[in-house]
């Protein structure tokens, strides 16, 4: 870690300070804890029961929990959060059953809980769509006068060589946006190395577009949290969007169907693991004494016991009715689409006549 | 009524859904202080706010993109992309998001965009002022497409469109905003023709012209000259390209038997082929001859000075009137 990175709790789990992060002293480090250990539980579930053939695909969060939980946790509860596709993490603070996360990877539907009801959107897929839908929500809190809300998008090292990121950079400061980017470095955009994309560290990037751009260890959830509560207090007061690049490791593949053996060393990862952000917060409170040896067995026992109602649900889950393709394209009328339900609708019904 | 130009019956449209919803905006490129380049927004940021008519960074996609987010947020944007052949930075937000969003939320999410694109050509422009994209969009499930053809329609479809919680394409016959005719800006918006039906224009017997946007008043001065060769021409706008109206159409087409479809587009694979498909299913025991093709070649737009060989006119249009009746 550079001296330019944010850090508040080192890999060893020592609390330090610093100056203009001040973390205070309500802050629930064993409820940070607990979250990061059941979404990686959850996520280790999803991946195998994508190896099970159960899920189409799993993008996996692992090493990540802290860049999530920590900036997730720091979201008020009129915030509204704009991810990408592997916010696992998000999503958990935001209130979204993982059952619903794990409808879309399993391909029963295309993303099923309400954006509203939890202040927080779909998944996006196409990298960097949703800065901008990040960018013009926080264009509408400005146009209702809300001062108490704001906005964060989640984007990963690759995304940021997309013109639609630069172009919501470039929107977000002109308009003075309430909005909060938050970049997770993970190191690799599939195979693509952070250094393709980009010669500068990134969160310089926001300085060429004219506001604030920090790097914070995003293996840290103290300060993943702090900078992240802070990037979102300047913007409900009027000052803008922030750049937070949280400098991370994707610790597994990029998504079930990748193979990271083919284009990093065993070595690199192995250092990373030395900074496993779940580890470090489980020292630094056993270390205090601010948790004991039941307190980690009991969030174990959740962490399992959740998996476990995860994996059932998942199994439940049906199919989508063949007629439910036609749903919900249009609000209003389609006569072509109509025609083509019906004429789909009869096509089956020969079959179940046949089969009478 | 009252006698307006097309560009200033949409601005009178979109000064009235301003009026009628505090949550329509509109933005764009040069929408507000200049009011627009061909000035269908004048006066509009003057009299509704920059908050509500807002001059946005050159940048397409974001203009979509943020769009987008505002109407997440509850609003009802109006988006102006400024020449059709501006669009395609655009595309990954409208094909990718804007259509889809909706129904990748199973209904819980509405975008009640509308995205206005100046199209066609015959203007004399320099690249890219002059395409006809509409067949990307008309592809696209999800998205309503509409062009408007005339003032008349231009003030009551703009009003429909942004009233409508589906996203609408939007096409404006760009060298048709010029055009004066009657409006009656007092008419209730309950009493205009559905955004997704079709306009019989001119009715007659012998063969029925489809016709949509630019295309509308070229057919119409067509029929009339067909008149002196005895023949009776219906021609029909079709003012929605997606979804299209085909009872109006299939109606039409049993009664006259022949059938021409008529636009800028190229013909290969565009509005036309989808048509001539459907005309052909629905009314193949009615017609007499196969519905033929009227429009763009199968190449890049061309250089201004070559539009004219491009561009259907009323001769190339009776041309194929002629050959219906050759068979």
């Known amino acids: ?356 | 009524m009252t006698r307006l130009t097309l560009s200033r019956a949409l601005n009178e449209g979109l000064r009235r859904s301003l009026e009628t919803d505090p949550k329509v905006m509109i933005m764009g490129e040069d929408v507000g202080r200049l009011g627009g380049v061909f000035r269908v927004t004048d006066g509009l940021q003057k009299d509704f706010g920059e908050h509500r008519v807002v001059d946005t960074p050159l940048a397409e996609s974001a203009i979509v993109g943020t769009a987008i987010g505002l109407a997440l947020r509850g609003y009802r944007p109006v988006c102006e992309i400024q020449f059709d052949g501006f669009v395609f930075p655009a595309t990954d937000q409208i094909v990718s998001q804007l259509a889809k969003m909706r129904y990748r939320s199973q209904g819980n999410v509405a975008l009640p965009i509308v995205i206005r694109i100046p199209f066609g050509g015959g203007i004399g422009a320099v690249e890219h002022h002059s395409e006809s994209p509409e067949v990307f969009f008309a592809h696209t499930a999800g998205l309503r497409v509409v062009a408007c053809a005339d003032p008349a329609e231009a003030f009551s479809m703009i009003q429909l469109a942004i009233a409508s919680d589906d996203p609408v394409i939007f096409f404006e016959p760009k060298r048709r905003y010029w055009d004066r005719a009657e409006v009656d800006t007092a008419a209730p918006l309950t009493d205009a023709l559905p955004l997704t039906a079709a306009r019989t224009v001119l009715p007659g017997d012998d063969v029925t012209l489809l016709c949509y946007g630019p295309m509308v008043r070229s057919c119409l001065e067509a029929a009339i000259a067909a008149r002196e060769d005895g023949r009776s021409i219906e021609v029909i706008d079709l003012r929605s390209l997606s979804p299209i109206d085909m009872a109006t159409i299939g109606a039409s087409v049993a009664r006259t038997s022949r059938c021409v479809v008529v636009h800028e587009a190229p013909v290969y694979a565009g509005l036309g082929a989808e048509i001539a498909a459907r005309v052909t299913e629905q009314c193949f025991y009615h017609l007499e001859a196969p519905v033929l093709r009227v429009g763009g070649f199968a190449i890049p737009y061309p250089a201004a000075r070559a539009e004219d060989h491009y561009l259907p006119d009323l001769d190339r249009i009776l041309d194929a009137v002629d050959r219906t009746f050759a068979f």
């Open chain 1, 1 to 356: 870690m550079t001296t330019e990175t944010i850090q508040l709790l080192t890999p060893e789990g020592e609390r330090v300070d610093h100056p203009e992060y001040p973390l205070g002293d309500d802050v629930d480090i064993k409820g940070m804890y607990r979250d990061m250990v059941l979404v990686r539980r959850i996520d280790t579930e999803a991946v195998a029961l994508q190896r099970q053939g159960e899920l189409g695909l799993w993008a996996p969060l692992l090493g990540q929990e802290a860049a999530q939980i920590g900036s997730g946790r720091a979201l008020s509860a009129k915030d509204m959060a704009f991810p990408s596709y592997r916010e696992h993490g998000v999503a958990w603070c935001r209130g979204v059953d993982p059952v619903k996360v794990i409808e879309l990877f399993r391909g029963v539907n295309q993303g099923a809980w309400d954006p509203e009801e939890h202040k927080f959107h779909l998944y996006t897929i196409v990298i960097g769509d949703q800065t901008l839908h990040a960018t013009g929500y926080a264009m509408g809190i400005q146009r209702d006068g809300a001062e108490d809300e704001a906005v964060i998008t989640y984007f990963g090292d690759g995304a940021t060589s997309q013109g639609d990121v630069s172009e919501a950079f470039a929107w977000a400061s002109v308009f003075n946006a309430p909005v909060v980017f938050f970049c997770q470095n993970n190191q690799f955009a599939i195979s693509a190395p952070s250094d393709r994309q980009s010669r500068n560290p990134l969160y310089r990037r926001s300085s060429g577009f004219g506001f604030p751009g920090v790097r914070v260890d995003g293996n840290d959830v103290l300060a993943c949290y702090a900078v992240t509560r802070q990037a979102l207090r300047n913007a409900r007061e009027g000052q803008g969007p922030t750049l937070i690049e949280a400098f991370t490791y994707r610790m597994g593949a990029h998504t079930t169907t990748d193979d990271p053996t083919r284009y990093r060393l065993a070595s690199e990862l192995e250092a990373w693991r030395l900074r496993d952000p779940i580890e470090r917060v489980r020292s630094y409170l056993a270390r205090n004494g601010l948790a004991d040896s039941t307190f980690f067995a009991q969030v174990q026992t959740e962490a399992d016991e959740l998996a476990a109602k995860l994996r059932a649900a998942c199994l439940a889950l049906p199919d989508p009715p063949p007629l439910a393709l036609f749903d919900h394209v249009y609000a209003g009328e389609n006569a072509i689409l109509d025609a083509e339900r019906a004429q789909y609708a009869a096509y089956l019904e020969g079959f179940a006549e046949a089969a009478r």
